[in-house]
């Protein structure tokens, strides 16, 4: 079973930097996609960025192009997300999931395990 922890959220002002970091344990070779997602209150749940475990490569949806930035490190099994230049309409809960899948997938109905999330609150 794989189990992932979001930890690194909280209150910011706009224009700071945050990282966000996603502890994976569990995982075996046929769950290579790792993403992030967020929640805004209201709003549906919205894909941000994929990486893919064993080669490294990523996929951003098109408003966090530039902005932000997924990172994986293999030695201490984390998945980090780095926001920058923050906005107050970036607020939401931050969710990184897991899926059973070679591919990077955007739905998060593809996706096979989820963390519970962490708050970002971005004041302006």
């Known amino acids: 079973q794989v189990e992932l922890v979001e930890s690194g959220g909280g209150l910011v002002q706009a224009g700071d930097s945050l990282r966000l970091s996603c502890a994976v344990s569990?995982?075996?070779?046929?769950?290579?996609?790792v993403g992030w997602f967020r929640q805004a209150q209201g709003k549906e749940r919205e894909f941000l960025a994929a990486?893919?475990?064993?080669?490294?490569?990523?996929y951003y949806a098109d408003p966090v192009k530039g902005r932000f930035t997924i990172s994986r490190d293999i030695a201490n099994n984390t998945v980090d997300l780095q926001l920058t230049s923050l906005k107050p309409e970036d607020t939401a809960v931050y969710y990184c999931?897991?899926?059973?899948?070679?591919?990077?997938?955007?739905?998060?109905?593809?996706?096979?395990?989820w963390g519970q999330g962490t708050q970002v609150t971005v004041s302006s």
């Open positions: 569990g995982r075996d070779s046929t769950t290579n996609a």
């Open positions: 999931a897991a899926a059973r899948t070679f591919y990077l997938p955007k739905l998060e109905t593809t996706y096979d395990f």
């Open positions: 990486i893919g475990w064993s080669l490294g490569n990523t």
